[in-house]
């Protein structure tokens, strides 16, 4: 089992654009009992209500949504290049049809608290939600946002309290 150091968020050396944009990430909700992870490439980092957080976005036909919304904690797990290939699957595959974990072969791992990340993974937020909001048609100021989507599929915003981060070691 790899080893994990735990850090504060101000000792994340990270880019935090090159973690969601570049590198990509697994958001994991659930239990031991079940869950599901999808990847995360539109997301980021930073300080909101005095507390570091994270935000992602779900769109709300997502197997993924389900487990985030029955769930006050999450993760959000990001991996060397070696694993682009897993995050591709979990990206295009649907958590009812297919069995990621088995497809992809990476190892689940509980917190104390029971949870979900991966083993694998070289980052790992684990994050309590704070805040959710859809976003909307209405609240779209430029067509940049517009053209990202094709009818009724605005994302969920999620904004998370960071409340550890563990780092390979």
Do not use: P, Q
């Given at each position: 089992m790899k080893q994990f150091k735990e850090i504060t968020p101000y000792q994340l050396e990270a880019n935090p654009f090159a973690l969601f944009n570049k590198d990509w990430g697994l958001v994991t909700a659930g239990d031991k009992e079940s869950f599901n992870t999808m990847t995360v490439s539109w997301g980021g980092v930073g300080i909101l209500w005095n507390k570091p957080v994270a935000f992602t976005f779900i769109r709300p036909q997502r197997y993924t949504i389900?487990?985030?919304e029955?769930?006050?904690y999450s993760s959000i797990?990001?991996?060397?290049?070696?694993?682009r290939a897993a995050l591709r699957l979990c990206g295009s595959k649907s958590g009812r049809e297919v069995d990621k974990v088995k497809e992809t072969g990476l190892t689940p791992a509980f917190t104390d608290e029971g949870v979900p990340y991966f083993e694998e993974a070289k980052l790992v937020l684990i994050c309590k939600k704070l805040y959710a909001q859809d976003f909307n048609e209405q609240s779209a100021l430029d067509d940049l946002v517009?053209?990202?989507?094709?009818?009724?599929?605005?994302?969920?915003?999620y904004i998370s309290e960071?409340?550890?981060?563990?780092?390979a070691e």
């Open positions: 389900k487990f985030t029955a769930r006050e797990c990001f991996f060397e290049e070696d694993f517009r053209k990202n989507y094709s009818g009724d599929d605005y994302h969920r915003m960071i409340v550890r981060i563990l780092r």
